[in-house]
């Protein structure tokens, strides 16, 4: 029966999985958002504690996402992998460098002899925080964008400026994206805190950050998305030619009504969430948000990569431009991929039991003090 | 596609990925090996119920997390960096090479990640089954990591399971089993778990001796010893046999490398083992590059032969043979392989001119020559040698790839003895009173790091010029970014990673110091 399946169709099949490991990525990228407000949420050192442990607990899964998004990629549309990560390099090597500094900086924070001292790591944790999602929405953007490369006919990258993906920087629309991620995170980091942490006090503050962050993820966001609509697109011919379309990622969204729907559900789940938590005493809009937050990543990758658009667009270079076509893996590597990827739902089943099992109890102070492992 | 390469750009790419591997297996074995003793002692603790027990797994996983903290910072550039410097790789081989890092990701780092969180945090929130479980998924988790890597590594040192497909010039996979079940792959991982299983226990039998030493913790120490001592003792054995198996694959899927190891500049029968040797230069050349001789050895004559081909007589080829050519031997030479080589690559470049201006069926008949069976072993077996400029660049550093190889191999030997003498101590009730013994393991804890880190080198500074053996130098592998920004990345990992590692000694200098808790 595998015989029949297409290497078409496993290429949208592992696009959908890519875009999913994006979603999550993002949601998860909650942990980020609480780093970036490590000096200015808390209002005391216990504080400050309470909520390093909140996100300490969960810092991983993020981190683990991330390299197994890196690693779908590289087997699933390898030349992805060579031409963006080779040519955008100091993006990447940014990006890089704030989760290195991320993962001691837990462990090491409060440890006695860390010749640092504890604020170093406080700042580790900020850096990451802010950079990380700052850094990944923008390089994302890209994808709607455009970056300057071109391939040779061995499919090796040439980057078109010695800025090797930091110029990225400088158009407004990439940072808008950026900056959207990034108080994203903020907002889904302060409803993690309403959720899962027991002191009052730091819940009420978190509920009254929540208002400013959110405003400014929607100001950033509505600006991404209306420019997206409105400007032109990277189409493919079915001749692989890849040209611009007028209001390309509009016809996508209403060429693909599923997509439209996935979309809507993931930005109504988004503010729902927010409002939940704003006007009401509801500890559980994390759930809504960060499910909102997965479908409408999931939704922008679609229309960044299906009905015939190129995922990776060149701006020097049209006809190098990235397609889900010209950039994935052999047939049969995707098939074996395909069965790997069907124990993915296996792997989500045991993180959630482990998550319930670690947040059976909000995190207070008291919590702390009979916890071995306290960061 | 390796003409203007600047070389400088080629040894910065080629130092950074050694800094940062190097650095990543300087936390990666205590990890593999720590998390199996740690479950080991726990599984004790959920037997009996023995409070001690408790106490001494809860001591040894403080100092796992400080360690894992630091091998998961070091790790994560590594996968990345195969796309940031070495791009024209990552596409090359991507079809096949992305395919075991996704695994990795997908079954191993969240199998590791996952309960890695409710091994720490879990004590107080889950059952006591619940969190022994737990711990020992995080070291399947992290065993089962290093084993996806590992294959993909060994896929580089013998590329087998694939055929090249000259529409997209890259590689692409044809039998995912053949990349698991690769000879290379399956003495490689089980070499390198068992050494991270060594290198833990001796962490451990060291860090007790000090606590002897020190009349502290008594119990806990002599516990620690027994559970290191035979977990220990297991893995060197199981290090030495599977790096005699390891040995044998080298000898014949990369027999230039084999003979670097040796040192064996001319081929020849009844070949002796060499124990202990120092090398000079010999005088004797080949093209620019001098040969190796003996200054000093002591050997078993004729063991090389017998282990490597089971006969006391059997021929190993030399350096100058696997150069030069041996026709009685059957041993092709090298600039043979480059005309070879060279010929495919001539054809891939036709191939791409035919599609270019649209000769449909001249590009079919090329395609076609790409899957015949005899071209791939008889050309594109070679291809990797069309950009290799002179016979002998084909040779790695025959000095570095023998020194890493014997010292490693002594060290082997030294754990094996260290291992039985500390079970002997203690079940002779004498262990406390052997200082000598117990300072002796206190310093031995470095020499797992360094037997390691030599391995490693010989791994890959041994296959050099090869990437991919036979298919693809390091040259056309790089991406071809400013010097500059190499060199820039490569101080800043630099500085970072050390900086780092100071903080990690200091802290886990500290924690032993301070001892488990009460």
């Not at chain 1, 949208?12 to 875009?19: A, D, E, Q, R, V």
């Not at chain 1, 409002?275 to 994390?286: Q, V």
């Not at chain 2, 203007?4 to 050694?18: I, K, P």
């Not at chain 2, 001119?353 to 008889?378: C, L």
């Amino acid at each position: 029966m595998t015989a029949m399946i297409s290497h078409l169709f496993l290429q949208h099949y592992w696009w959908m999985i890519i875009s999913l490991l994006a979603g999550i990525l993002v949601f998860l990228m909650f942990v980020q958002g609480g780093q970036s407000m490590i000096f200015t949420l808390p209002l005391n050192d216990g504080q400050r504690r309470l909520l390093v442990n909140a996100f300490g607990r969960k810092w991983e899964f993020t981190f683990t996402t991330l390299v197994t998004f890196g690693g779908a990629f590289f087997a699933s549309f390898p030349l992805f992998y060579s031409a963006s990560f080779g040519g955008a390099y100091w993006v990447w090597i940014a990006i890089l460098f704030s989760f290195i500094v991320q993962a001691v900086a837990y462990e090491y924070r409060t440890k006695p002899a860390n010749v640092y001292g504890q604020r170093t790591f406080d700042i580790f944790l900020f850096i990451n925080g802010t950079l990380g999602p700052f850094l990944i929405g923008t390089a994302v953007a890209t994808f709607f964008t455009g970056s300057a490369f071109s391939l040779n006919e061995m499919n090796q990258v040439r980057w078109a400026n010695g800025w090797h993906g930091l110029e990225a920087l400088v158009s407004g629309r990439n940072l808008s994206l950026g900056l959207a991620v990034l108080f994203l995170s903020r907002v889904n980091g302060l409803l993690y805190i309403i959720n899962s942490v027991g002191e009052t006090d730091l819940v009420e503050r978190s509920r009254k950050k929540l208002l400013m962050n959110s405003l400014t993820f929607l100001v950033f966001f509505l600006f991404f998305l209306v420019t997206l609509l409105l400007s032109g697109g990277f189409a493919v011919a079915g001749s692989g030619e890849v040209s611009m379309e007028k209001f390309k990622y509009l016809h996508n969204l209403f060429g693909m009504p599923l997509v439209l729907i996935l979309f809507l559900a993931g930005v109504v789940g988004v503010l729902f969430g927010i409002g939940a938590s704003l006007f009401s005493p509801a500890r559980n809009g994390i759930w809504f948000t960060g499910t909102g937050s997965i479908l409408a990543v999931i939704g922008l990758f679609l229309i960044a990569g299906f009905n015939n658009t190129a995922f990776y667009p060149s701006s020097t270079d049209l006809n190098s431009s990235l397609t889900i076509q010209n950039a994935s893996s052999s047939l049969f590597t995707l098939k074996t991929m395909m069965f790997v990827s069907f124990l993915v739902p296996v792997v989500l089943a045991y993180i959630w039991f482990a998550w319930k099992a670690i947040n059976r109890n909000r995190i207070t102070e008291e919590e702390l003090r009979g916890e071995g492992h306290v960061y | 596609m390796i003409e203007n390469l600047d070389l400088t750009l080629l040894d910065w790419s080629r130092a950074q990925f050694a800094l940062t591997a190097i650095y990543h297996w300087l936390f990666v074995p205590l990890t593999l090996g720590l998390s199996f003793i740690v479950a080991i002692m726990e599984t004790i603790y959920v037997r009996t119920g023995d409070e001690e027990w408790k106490r001494m797994t809860r001591f040894w996983m403080t100092l796992f997390g400080i360690n894992f903290a630091i091998g998961v910072a070091t790790g994560i550039i590594l996968e990345f960096e195969f796309g940031t410097n070495w791009s024209n790789y990552s596409w090359f081989v991507g079809d096949i090479f992305g395919a075991p890092l996704a695994i990795e990701g997908i079954l191993a780092f969240f199998l590791e990640s996952t309960f890695v969180a409710v091994m720490f945090f879990g004590w107080n929130k889950v059952s006591r089954r619940f969190h022994l479980v737990s711990t020992w998924l995080v070291a399947v988790g992290a065993n089962l990591s290093a084993l996806w890597i590992l294959v993909a590594n060994s896929w580089m040192q013998n590329p087998v399971g694939m055929v090249f497909n000259p529409d997209t010039a890259r590689n692409e996979m044809t039998s995912f089993w053949a990349l698991l079940f690769n000879p290379v792959a399956v003495g490689k991982f089980l070499h390198t778990i068992s050494s991270g299983f060594l290198l833990a226990s001796m962490f451990v039998l060291g860090i007790s001796s000090w606590y002897l030493l020190k009349k502290r913790e008594e119990q806990l120490a002599k516990r620690s010893i027994l559970i290191s001592g035979i977990f220990g003792l297991l893995s060197s054995l199981m290090v030495a046999y599977t790096g005699d198996m390891s040995t044998r694959t080298i000898a014949r899927v990369q027999p230039v490398k084999f003979a670097a190891l040796e040192a064996l500049s001319e081929g020849k029968q009844e070949a002796g083992l060499t124990i202990v040797g120092i090398l000079k230069d010999s005088g004797r050349k080949i093209g620019g590059r001098s040969l190796t001789e003996f200054s000093l050895k002591i050997e078993v004559p004729g063991l090389l032969s017998l282990m490597t081909s089971g006969d006391r007589d059997a021929f190993v080829p030399g350096i100058s043979d696997l150069v030069n050519g041996n026709e009685a031997r059957s041993i092709m030479p090298v600039t043979e392989k480059i005309l070879r080589g060279k010929e495919a690559k001539e054809l891939l470049s036709g191939y791409k001119a035919s599609k270019h201006e649209k000769m449909v069926q001249k590009a079919d008949s090329i395609s076609a020559v790409f899957r015949d069976p005899g071209f791939i072993s008889g050309n594109f077996r070679y291809f990797g040698y069309a950009f290799i400029d002179k016979p002998e660049d084909v040779v790695p550093n025959v000095k570095l790839a023998y020194y890493t190889f014997h010292v490693m191999v002594l060290l082997g030997f030294f754990f094996i003895i260290m291992f039985a003498l500390a079970l002997f101590y203690l079940f002779r009730g004498t262990i406390s009173a052997r200082k000598w013994f117990l300072w002796l393991a206190v310093w031995s804890i470095l020499l797992p790091y360094v037997s390691g880190e030599l391995g490693w080198a010989l791994a890959e500074a041994g296959r050099q010029p090869w990437i991919i053996q036979d298919l693809m130098p390091v040259g056309a592998a790089v991406t071809r970014i400013s010097p500059g920004s190499v060199i820039t990345t490569f101080i800043l990992f630099a500085v970072l990673f050390t900086v780092l590692l100071i903080s990690e000694i200091s802290i886990m200098v500290r924690q032993i110091k301070l001892g488990p808790k009460h």
